[in-house]
């Protein structure tokens, strides 16, 4: 009935994608042998660098992130070697499982869906790793499943501590350009990110972001896959090698519209706004579970990601609680990927083009649905999200 309109995707990726992007992909196909196009390219990189903290080298791939999972592992690991996996949830996991399928020993460290890495267990890990056989550390700065944000640079000081040389390796594909990363300050060797999320573009491009050290690994191995290998795709000769074929061009255009917008923003201010809208998601989460079966997944704060909220209510209650705000209010929420039972949970996202009258209308259909369909819950929680973005914005100009 109230669903009329723009609708609005706030799931966790692909994201809400601005005007100023989709507009800059409306054009013809360009000359892909010579020209702007060319230039424009060349134009990316050193942005790209700058968005996940680094002055190492960036290779684009024209694929998902699952096809980044697959071109960071090939560069650094061959059959036989061994990584250790730091799970919060679906998505490092599935790391673990692209590696086992070349023929990679995988140990698995399972920390659960709510709570993030501890770094004691990977130094523990490590220290038995006596031999030296595990080439790298495999894990998340956000899983999309669960919403828990881990200390990048904690991992890092559990390596080092035991003087482990392997390398660590972080999918930031959930929210790149949303949470706080960087990638050198941290000690991270290969990051992997792609498109569809803080990145603002439309599904289809993946990035692998790597330093001196991993590609010294690179060097070692026997083969590695003409596709997946990064080095052609670095500084290359002829254009087509960035993409190994056909340029992705009217992806590029949107790229680096996007990469524009987040210049002129600056990360900072994108960082600081994520983090208000997500303190004002978790308000209106917190005053509903007063009085009800409504909870955050993640109940430390500091292991929340500011990209995307998981929220648990009883079986059924999740899927319900999505088709209503759906169809009777326009607004789609990601489904409990990977939980058990999946019909319990919700996810909402809210990463990259996002601002507060967007999220405070997702909370109030959330609250709406609530109502509607009589599911015990605290009351206040639009009210809550409005007092925490009030508080932030207190000092602008009026």
């Known amino acids: ?74 560069n650094v690991v061959s059959e036989d070697d061994r990584v250790l996996v730091l ?35 990977v130094e523990a890990a490590l220290r038995a790793d006596r031999a030296g056989r595990i080439k790298a550390v495999l894990m998340v700065l ?4 669960t919403g828990v944000r881990n200390d990048v640079a904690a ?19 959930a929210s790149l350009g949303c949470d706080i990363y960087e990638m050198d300050a941290s000690g991270v060797d290969v990051t992997i990110a792609a498109s569809q999320k803080g990145l603002m573009t439309p599904p289809g491009l993946g990035f692998v972001w790597f330093n001196e050290r991993a590609d010294m690994q690179r060097g070692t191995l026997a083969r590695v896959s003409r596709y997946w290998d990064w080095r052609p795709r670095v500084n290359p000769d002829e254009y087509w090698k960035y993409f190994d074929g056909t340029a992705p061009t009217h992806h590029l255009f949107a790229l680096r519209e996007a990469l524009d917008m987040i210049a002129e923003e600056g990360l900072t201010a994108i960082w600081a706004r994520h983090d ?3 303190r004002a998601i978790w308000a209106a989460c917190e005053a509903w579970g007063q009085a009800g079966p409504l909870r955050l ?89 409005s007092a925490v973005l009030a508080d932030l914005a207190q000092d602008l100009p009026v």
């Open 155 to 173: 991992v890092r000081a559990a390596v080092d501590a035991v003087g482990h040389d392997a390398l660590l390796m972080v999918d930031a594909i």
């Open 297 to 385: 997944n993640v109940p430390d704060a500091a292991a929340r990601s500011r990209a995307i909220t998981s929220v648990g209510l009883e079986p059924g209650q999740g899927d319900a609680l999505r088709r209503w705000v759906e169809q009777a209010a326009g607004v789609t929420l990601g489904i409990g990927l990977g939980r058990d039972p999946a019909s319990a949970y919700f996810r909402i996202g809210h990463m990259g083009h996002v601002n507060a009258h967007m999220v405070l209308g997702v909370l109030a259909s959330i609250e709406s649905a609530l109502i509607a369909l009589d599911i015990p819950h605290g009351p206040g929680g639009t009210a809550a999200a």
């Open 142 to 145: 956000v899983d999309t499943s």
């Open 276 to 278: 208000g809208l997500a």
């Open 1 to 74: 009935m109230f669903a009329k309109g723009l609708p609005y995707l706030a799931i966790p990726g692909p994201s809400v994608m601005p005007d100023r992007v989709l507009r800059a992909m409306q054009r013809p196909a360009p000359n892909i042998y010579t020209g702007a196009l060319h230039e424009m390219t060349h134009s990316l990189i050193p942005d790209l660098r700058a968005v996940a903290g680094t002055t190492g080298d960036a290779a684009i791939y024209i694929a998902n992130g699952h096809g980044t999972w697959e071109a960071a592992l090939a």
């Open 87 to 121: 799970a919060t949830g679906v998505f490092c996991k599935g790391w673990g499982e692209m590696a086992r399928g070349l023929g990679v020993a995988v140990e698995l460290l399972d920390f659960g869906e709510s709570a993030p890495v501890d770094p004691g267990r």
